[in-house]
């Protein structure tokens, strides 16, 4: 280590500002003992103590160097003021010279030992601001490391593909209980969601929580005027859409309103916490993936039946073209308010059931077919990055060449 030579040089640099001072107030204070006692306004008694005096006080402030400075400057007044020689004078004083030489080792010993624990406790304490210091900036780099890698993992890499696998055999599981209890474990193992629930909407006004996931500090049942009801449950039950606060922070992230076909709240995910250290917009762009995700598959299997009703064929959701455009135009308009990206493909010419059940095995479960006329037909790539869509739009048209296939670059027209 380095450091021994760093202390010594601030040791001297602490130390040798004090002797120019102790010099020039030794020399100030013996003239002026010597000009009161020249003036005869000191008897040798008063002279006698106002030097022992002196000599504690420099003791006191200076340490041993203060009481070697005092001693010497007081052995040259006494020589220069007193008649008497030292000898003799030691002589007459023994005690009380004893006395005082006793209490001025003692004082500049005690003065120099707390001078130095006080430096070394300075010279320590420099020593530990420097290693903490040091541990800051490597507890910093390790952070801004560790939440590349988090964002990464969790972005670019495999997590939010696999769990969109898991999502989809979501739509597998009958039970309702056990299809929410896999919902609220798939937030937690993907979305570092530590505390979730479903809300059944029972009534107008109340409330019944149906699933639950980590220590929720909701009640098991809810009515609308309670003060305890979460804001964004009134919100979710309001707008019907997915709630996403202004401002989050760690609690009550997001609501997740499940719908009937003719728009009636039936459930509302509520994820209540997730992990503090977790929090980033990656992870809330997560989460707005996810939660479309879900919504899409659950409110497929659930009304599965009614959509049916909506549909041109029975084995494939193709929306009739009574009320396709309707349709289309809010999930466009729903996409835009959450800036999701999609894409829409035109297919013309035959469209048969056969063909639609084709091209719903080639594309992604929440992606919608909706049916203009007897020959064309939209299909609403939901959530797709705009670099993978040749390769859908390809794998379609080598499915189905006897259709004409391409990309529909004006949506608006579409609806209107």
């Known amino acids: ?49 106002f030097l022992s005096l002196f000599c504690l006080i420099f003791s006191l402030y200076y340490g041993l160097s203060g009481a070697w400075a005092s001693i010497l400057f007081a052995i040259f007044l006494n020589a220069m003021f007193l008649q008497n020689d030292f000898v003799d004078l030691f002589s007459r004083f023994y005690l009380e010279l004893s006395f005082l030489m006793a209490a001025v080792t003692i004082t500049a010993f005690n003065r120099s030992g707390m001078e130095k624990k006080t430096i070394r406790t300075e ?136 719908l009937s076909t003719s728009g009636k709240l039936l459930y509302i995910i509520l994820i209540e916490e997730v992990r503090f250290i977790s929090m980033s917009d990656a992870l809330l762009n997560l989460l707005k993936v996810a939660a479309f995700w879900m919504k899409s598959i659950i409110e497929n299997q659930f009304h599965r039946e009614e959509f049916l009703l909506l549909s041109a064929f029975q084995t494939v959701v193709v929306y009739r073209k009574e009320i396709s455009k309707k349709i289309f135009r809010s999930s466009i308009m729903s996409h835009e308010r959450y800036r999701l990206p ?33 020959t064309e037909l939209i299909l609403l790539l939901t959530m797709i990055t705009e670099s993978n869509v040749p390769f859908v739009l390809k794998r379609i048209q080598e499915a189905l060449p006897h259709l004409e296939i391409g990309r529909e670059t004006n949506v608006d027209s579409v609806y209107r």
């Open 342 to 374: 999609y894409a829409c493909i035109w297919i013309r010419g035959e469209i048969t059931e056969a063909a639609c059940r084709e091209a719903n095995s080639l594309v992604r479960i929440h992606d919608e077919f909706f049916l203009l006329s007897d």
């Open 1 to 49: 280590m380095n450091a021994g030579p760093r202390h010594r040089v601030k040791t001297m640099k602490l130390a040798l500002p004090k002797f120019p001072a102790l010099i020039f107030e030794s020399m100030a204070t013996s003239a002026l003992l010597g000009y009161l006692k020249v003036q005869a306004y000191l008897s040798d008694e008063l002279f006698f103590l």
């Open 123 to 258: 010279l320590l304490n420099q020593v530990l601001n420097q290693r903490v210091e040091r541990l800051n900036i490597e507890l910093s780099e390790k952070n801004r490391a560790l939440q590349d890698v988090f964002r990464e993992a969790l972005i670019d890499m495999e997590s939010p593909r696999i769990m969109y696998q898991t999502i989809r055999c979501l739509e597998y599981i009958q039970d309702r209980k056990s299809l929410f209890n896999e919902i609220l474990n798939i937030l937690y193992v993907y979305c570092h969601v530590e505390k979730s629930c479903v809300y059944e909407f029972v009534s107008k006004n109340q409330f019944k929580k149906v699933a639950t996931f980590g220590t929720s500090n909701l009640p098991e049942n809810i009515r609308w005027n309670e003060q305890r009801l979460p804001e964004i449950l009134r919100v979710a039950q309001r707008q019907k859409e997915i709630i996403v606060p202004m401002k989050f922070s760690n609690r009550f992230i997001m609501a997740v309103p499940i």
